[in-house]
């Protein structure tokens, strides 16, 4: 339980660092109470964590030997794909992912009526829901909950989402110029790598 709780940890905090959900909680943030942000933004990630899960579960009544290294393979080519992108981001990237996420906010914020916590919240765990869906964070979840202890990877990913959406909401406008989404992304394959190897090494027990 504890090497899914801290990869998933690991995992989850890294990539959700200068991720699209991070810009739309900071954007948020600026516009609406950052209590009421916060609580939806968490809302809608720990939802999306527990999906994740179930849906790595799904593949649990398979032979443990075939999940585990079904997991390290996908760990091994979202790694690669990770370590490929970051060599061809350039320091416009991160602001073209700031971009996306005023795009999105703007679009919904058109739909919804604004002025009361209700609907703050809800604005905020719709547009974190959805930037969330088939994003890598997503499908990592969904990966280490096909070879892992379900509950460590619900916790560890529940808790790396929690800082991130806490960091965004109350210091995302101070930070967000400095972060670098091509460091953050290499980082993010990086571990996908190592944890690829420690999954290897440890085998399928």
Same mark, same amino acid.
């Given at each position: ?12 905090? /890294? ?6 959900? =991070?810009? @739309? ?5 600026? +516009? ?7 609580? #939806? ?14 849906? !790595? $579960?799904? =593949? ?18 979202? !790694? ?7 060599? $061809? ?30 609907? /703050? =919240? ?11 869906? #088939?994003? +890598?964070?997503?499908?990592?979840? /969904? ?16 808790? !790396? ?5 806490? @960091? ?6 101070? @930070?967000?110029? +400095? ?9 993010? !394959?990086?571990? =996908?790598?190592?944890?690829?190897? /420690?999954?290897?090494? $440890?085998?399928?027990?």
């Amino acid at each position: 339980m504890l090497t899914a709780f801290f990869a998933s940890l690991a995992l989850i905090f /890294i990539s959700e660092l200068g991720d699209k959900t =991070f810009f @739309i909680a900071v954007i948020l943030a600026t +516009r609406h109470p950052r209590s009421v942000v916060l609580v #939806g933004a968490v809302s809608a990630l720990a939802a999306m964590t527990v999906l994740s899960v179930l849906l !790595g $579960q799904v =593949f649990s009544f398979l032979p443990p030997i075939y999940t585990h290294y079904a997991a390290i393979a996908l760990l091994i080519v979202f !790694g690669l794909k990770a370590l490929y992108d970051a060599s $061809q981001m350039t320091p416009a990237s991160t602001q073209e992912v700031m971009e996306e996420a005023q795009e999105a906010v703007a679009a919904e914020e058109k739909k919804l009526k604004r002025g009361n916590n209700r609907a /703050i =919240f809800l604005e905020t765990f719709i547009l974190t829901f959805l930037a969330e869906w #088939g994003d +890598r964070t997503q499908i990592a979840t /969904i990966t280490l909950a096909t070879a892992n202890n379900p509950w460590g990877v619900i916790l560890g990913g529940v808790l !790396g989402h929690f800082i991130c959406a806490l @960091i965004a909401v109350w210091g995302g406008s101070l @930070i967000a110029g +400095r972060i670098s989404e091509r460091t953050i992304t290499f980082t993010g !394959g990086a571990l =996908f790598m190592v944890f690829a190897a /420690i999954s290897f090494v $440890q085998g399928p027990g």
